[in-house]
Nanobody
């Protein structure tokens, strides 16, 4: 079992940047493909980005492609989400998650979740 803790969220102006981190413990994250999701009140949690076990493959939701970058450092047991050119519609709680099945955008395919970190973008 792996425990995930997100950090790095905050309040930022539109056009700004943030780097979210997801620190894992309990098991090496090299055992998992990793993903980021986000959720706003009243809406379903939506897929944002995913990275394969060793970081050689990534993919993104169309809404964030070109602005978000997912990466991982297995030596530090940490996954990152670099968010640039932030927009007010990026405001959400961001969650990282671990899965044994790289390639899915569905929540149900992810086995472990963090508690989330709030990102708020002001216009």
């Amino acid at each position: 079992q792996v425990q995930l803790v997100e950090s790095g969220g905050g309040l930022v102006q539109a056009g700004g940047s943030l780097r979210l981190s997801c620190a894992a413990s309990g098991r090496p994250i090299s055992s998992y493909a990793m993903g980021w999701f986000r959720q706003t009140p009243g809406k379903e949690r939506e897929f944002v980005a995913a990275v394969s076990w060793y970081g050689d493959s990534t993919y993104y939701a169309d809404t964030v492609k070109g602005r978000f970058t997912i990466s991982r450092d297995n030596a530090k047991n940490t996954v990152y989400l670099q968010i640039n050119s932030l927009k007010p519609e990026d405001t959400a709680v961001y969650y990282c998650a671990a899965t044994g099945k790289y390639g899915s955008t569905r929540m149900g395919k992810y086995d472990y979740w963090g508690q989330g970190t709030q990102v708020t973008v002001s216009s």
